[in-house]
């Protein structure tokens, strides 16, 4: 599922993302934290990208909770994705 969600990731695929990581995010699939944490990211990054923002907050603080120091790639990921996250992380962060 992870590998999937990578490829569809990188050939531009979100809704095959979304599709992907699901079993994972939702606990139906046995995965390491680190998929998980991976899945989480593919998902939030999925979400926004496809005008759901309120599920990709909701992702993307999902892959806080694993990874409290979790960051996006700035080589692989539109800028306004990474605005997005630093804005959730920071009021992760805060909150915390």
Sequence with gaps: AV????????????ELVIESVR?????????TTAQ??????????????????RGAE???VALLRLRPK????TKTTRQDV??????VAGRYRAER
Aim: negative net charge; aromatic residues 18%.
């Design 82 to 87: 990474i605005a997005f996250f630093s804005d």
């Design 3 to 14: 590998d999937r969600a990578r490829a569809a990731y990188f050939y531009g695929d979100m």
């Design 36 to 53: 998980k944490a991976e899945c989480f990211r593919f998902l939030g990054i999925a979400l926004y990208l496809t005008g759901r923002a």
């Design 23 to 31: 079993l994972v995010v939702e606990g139906v699939l046995p995965s």
């Design 70 to 73: 979790a960051e996006l790639d």
């Design 58 to 60: 909701d992702a993307f």
